[in-house]
C-alpha cells in the first residue's frame, strides 16, 4: 500500500477514539459482568417485564428463609424471583442447589443453572428439571391476576416436593390460598421502588417469615 492510499484512510480524533474505547469497556461490563459482581441485585436492570426487585434486606431474608426450609444440601427452585436466586448464590455457600426459572434471557449469564421459563406454557421445562424434584419453591408471579397466578401455581406444584413461598399482591391473597393452600405471613417484603399494589409473602408450612418481623 503507497502512503498516499493511507492517507485516505478516515482517522478519529483522540477524544472520539477515547469515548468510544469507554463505550466499548461499558458494553462489555454491560455483558460479562465480573465474577464479583456476578450476583448484585440491580447488575440486571428492571425492564419492562414486570420487574420489581426486592430490596437487599428482603432478598436477604427470603434466601434465608429459602435455605432454612430447604435443609441441608436442599434443592431450591426461584421461579421468577430473580434477585432471591442471585443473594443465594452471592451468599457463596455449598450446603444447597438452586436454579433461576426466568423468561428475561439476560439471566441466561447464570448457565446451567438458569432455566428458561415462560408462565403461559407452565409445564414446558427441560427434562432435567423432574418432577416434585425441589425442596421448596419460592416464586413471585410477574402479574397480578387469576390466569397468571393459576399457570404459575401449576409450575409450583409440578416443582415441589411440598414446601411453596409465594410473594405477591396482597389482593390475591384468596386465589392464592384456593390454589396452593398458602396463608400470608406477617413479614413485609420491601423493594427497591415503592409499589401500587400492597405487597406480602404466603406460606404453606412453618415458617421464619411469620417470627422474626
Ligand atoms: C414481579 S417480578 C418479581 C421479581 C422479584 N421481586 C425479584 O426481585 O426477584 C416478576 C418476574 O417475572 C418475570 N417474568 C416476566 N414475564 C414472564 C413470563 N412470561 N413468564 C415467567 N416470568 C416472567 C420477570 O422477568 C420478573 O423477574
Not at 484512510?9 to 477524544?15: E, F, M
Amino acid at each position: 500500500m503507497s502512503d498516499s492510499d493511507d492517507d485516505d484512510i478516515p482517522r478519529l480524533s483522540s477524544h472520539t477514539l477515547a469515548a468510544l474505547q469507554e463505550f466499548y469497556a461499558e458494553q462489555k461490563q454491560q455483558s460479562d459482568p465480573g465474577r464479583d459482581d456476578k450476583y448484585n441485585i440491580g447488575i440486571i436492570e428492571e425492564n419492562w417485564l414486570s420487574q420489581f426487585w426486592y430490596s437487599q434486606e428482603t432478598a436477604l431474608q427470603l434466601a434465608k428463609e429459602a435455605i432454612a426450609a430447604a435443609g441441608e444440601g436442599g434443592r431450591i427452585a426461584c421461579v421468577s424471583a430473580p434477585s432471591v436466586y442471585q443473594k443465594l448464590r452471592a451468599l457463596h455457600r455449598e450446603d444447597f442447589s438452586v436454579y433461576i426459572f426466568e423468561y428475561d434471557k439476560r439471566f441466561a449469564i447464570y448457565g446451567e443453572e438458569f432455566i428458561f421459563y415462560d408462565y403461559n406454557n407452565p409445564l414446558d421445562l427441560p427434562e432435567k428439571i423432574a418432577a416434585h424434584s425441589f425442596d421448596i419453591v419460592i416464586a413471585d408471579p410477574p402479574y397480578l391476576s387469576k390466569e397468571c397466578l393459576r399457570k404459575t401455581s401449576e409450575t409450583i406444584k409440578y416443582l415441589t416436593q411440598g414446601k411453596i413461598l409465594l410473594c405477591t399482591g396482597a389482593v390475591m391473597e384468596e386465589e392464592a390460598a384456593k390454589l396452593l393452600g398458602v396463608k400470608m405471613c406477617k413479614f413485609i417484603p420491601k423493594h427497591t421502588r415503592t409499589l401500587g399494589n400492597e405487597f406480602r409473602c404466603y406460606v404453606n408450612y412453618d415458617s421464619g417469615l411469620d417470627h422474626e418481623i
